[in-house]
């Protein structure tokens, strides 16, 4: 069973600063992540599929990128409303998913 | 528009029995995979349980299984997860989500507002 770790754990940054969030996969099982973005009291919301590919409706400052066991979520230049929690899932064996502990973005 | 509309969670005793629903809407349903992720209180993302287009294949977490039925019924559109034995530690607020493939993998989009679980005495 593959394992993410996510980190840093929590990240504070100013709007219009550069934001890294990096997910690791214990084992090289499924080289593809995606990546989502919940918000207080919202489901979470789909930002980035196969390693770099943005959702629809996705604004450009997302981006995605990665191989192997190693992935980074990247917002280029941060605005308010990006103040989240973000979480990378991976698919985990047949018909489960498993995800990383979440990455919370304050702004 | 795809939407999915969770229903039928609520407070519940330990060791009892509920049935969350899953209404979609605005996709071609039995052509799509679904599946359960919960969400204790402050806590991450965990799945619980998915099931193929066809309903014929189940899957599920094994905090899940033997406990847990993922059903659904293609000519109402809606997806159940039946709950038995709950335990404290089932409560969550629980997601619905469908599975979108891709070439290589999938990934789980949209989801649901999604549906409060509490287990207490």
């Known amino acids: 069973e593959v394992v993410l770790t996510q980190s840093p754990a929590t990240l504070s940054l100013s709007p219009g600063e550069r934001a890294t969030l990096s997910c690791r996969a214990s084992?090289?099982?499924?080289?593809?992540l995606a990546w989502f973005q919940q918000k207080r009291g919202q489901a979470p919301r789909l930002l980035i599929y196969d390693v770099s590919k943005r959702a629809t409706g996705i604004p450009a400052r997302f981006s995605g990128s990665g191989s192997e066991t190693d992935f980074t979520l990247t917002i280029s230049s941060l605005e308010p409303e990006d103040s989240a929690v973000y979480y990378c899932q991976q698919r985990s064996g047949p018909g489960g998913f498993t995800f990383g502990p979440g990455t919370k973005v304050d702004l | 528009e795809v939407q999915l509309l969770e229903s039928g969670g609520g407070l519940i005793q330990p060791g009892g029995s509920l049935r969350l629903s899953c209404a979609a809407s605005g996709f071609t349903f039995n052509t799509y995979a679904m599946t359960w992720v919960r969400q204790a209180p402050g806590k991450g993302l965990e799945w619980v349980s998915g099931?193929?287009?066809?309903?014929?294949?189940?899957y599920y977490a094994d905090s899940a299984k033997g406990r847990f039925t993922v059903s659904r019924d293609s000519s109402k559109n809606t997806v159940y997860l039946h709950m038995n034995s709950l335990r404290v530690e089932d409560t969550a607020v629980y997601y619905c989500?469908?599975?979108?493939?891709?070439?290589?993998?999938?990934?789980?989009?949209?989801w649901g507002q999604g549906t409060l679980v509490t287990v207490s005495s």
């Open positions: 989500a469908r599975v979108v493939p891709t070439y290589y993998t999938s990934h789980t989009d949209p």
């Open positions: 084992q090289s099982l499924s080289t593809y």
């Open positions: 099931i193929s287009g066809s309903g014929e294949s189940t």
